[in-house]
T-cell receptor, first 114, second 114 residues
C-alpha cells in the first residue's frame, strides 16, 4: 500500500531565510502525482504546488519549489525568503489515477520567527 | 465567490444527539469528499462521491451517513454523537477522480461533542 511520510513534526525558520520540508513516499507505481498543501491557522487547506511523476523538471511556484527525486521516492518542499504568512501546517500528499483518493502525510508545522 | 462552502463552521452538541453538516461547491466539479481531521491534525478520508455515486466508503462507524442530492452538494449526517466524534470535518471537491486533479477544500466544521 502507498504511504507518505513526513519525518519533521515541526520546523522553524527565521523570516527571510530558506527552509526545506521533507517528504518521502512508498509506491510501486511509475505514474503518480505529488502535492504539497498548506493549512494556516485559519484552517483553510490550500494547494501550494503539484508535481507529476513523469516530469523530470521540478515544479516551481514563486517562492515555493520542490526537489523531486523519483528513484529515492523523495519530494521535499523548499520555501525561499520565508514570510510570516507562511506559518502553517504543510501536508505532503500522493495520488495515482487508479486510487481515487489522496494519501496524506502527517504534516509538518512550520514556525516563522520574526 | 466561495468555491466550497460548509455549514455550520462550528457545532457544539451533546452526546447522543443527531447532527448534519452541509457542503456545497460551485465549481462544477464531479467529485466530492468528506475528511475528518483529528486533534493531531491527521487527515482521514471518510467518503467520496463521483457524479452522486459513492466511490470511497472508508471504515467509519455507520452512524455517519453521507448524502449527495446532486453533484454540487454532499451532506454528512451523524447519528448518536459520541465524544470521539469531536474533530474538524472538511468537505472537498475535485474536477474528477483522476489522480492529477487538485482538491478544493471548504473552511471546515469544528464539531465539539460534550
Amino acid at each position: 500500500a502507498q504511504t507518505v511520510t513526513q519525518s519533521q513534526p515541526e520546523m522553524s525558520v527565521q523570516e527571510a531565510e530558506t527552509v526545506t520540508l521533507s517528504c518521502t513516499y512508498d509506491t510501486s507505481e511509475s505514474d503518480y502525482y505529488l502535492f504539497w498543501y498548506k493549512q494556516p491557522p485559519s484552517r483553510q487547506m490550500i494547494l501550494v504546488i503539484r508535481q507529476e511523476a513523469y516530469k523530470q523538471q521540478n515544479a516551481t511556484e514563486n517562492r515555493f519549489s520542490v526537489n523531486f527525486q523519483k528513484a529515492a521516492k523523495s519530494f521535499s518542499l523548499k520555501i525561499s525568503d520565508s514570510q510570516l504568512g507562511d506559518a502553517a501546517m504543510y501536508f505532503c500528499a500522493y495520488n495515482e489515477n487508479s486510487n481515487y483518493q489522496l494519501i496524506w502525510g502527517a504534516g509538518t508545522k512550520l514556525i516563522i520567527k520574526p | 465567490d466561495t468555491a466550497v462552502s460548509q455549514t455550520p463552521k462550528y457545532l457544539v452538541t451533546q452526546m447522543g444527539n443527531d447532527k448534519s453538516i452541509k457542503c456545497e461547491q460551485n465549481l462544477g466539479h464531479d467529485t466530492m469528499y468528506w475528511y475528518k481531521q483529528d486533534s493531531k491534525k491527521f487527515l482521514k478520508i471518510m467518503f467520496s462521491y463521483n457524479n452522486k455515486e459513492l466511490i470511497i466508503n472508508e471504515t467509519v462507524p455507520n452512524r455517519f451517513s453521507p448524502k449527495s442530492p446532486d453533484k454540487a452538494h454532499l451532506n454528512l449526517h451523524i447519528n448518536s454523537l459520541e465524544l470521539g466524534d469531536s474533530a474538524v470535518y472538511f468537505c472537498a471537491s475535485s474536477q474528477g477522480l483522476a489522480g492529477n486533479y487538485e482538491q478544493y477544500f471548504g473552511p471546515g466544521t469544528r464539531l465539539t461533542v460534550t
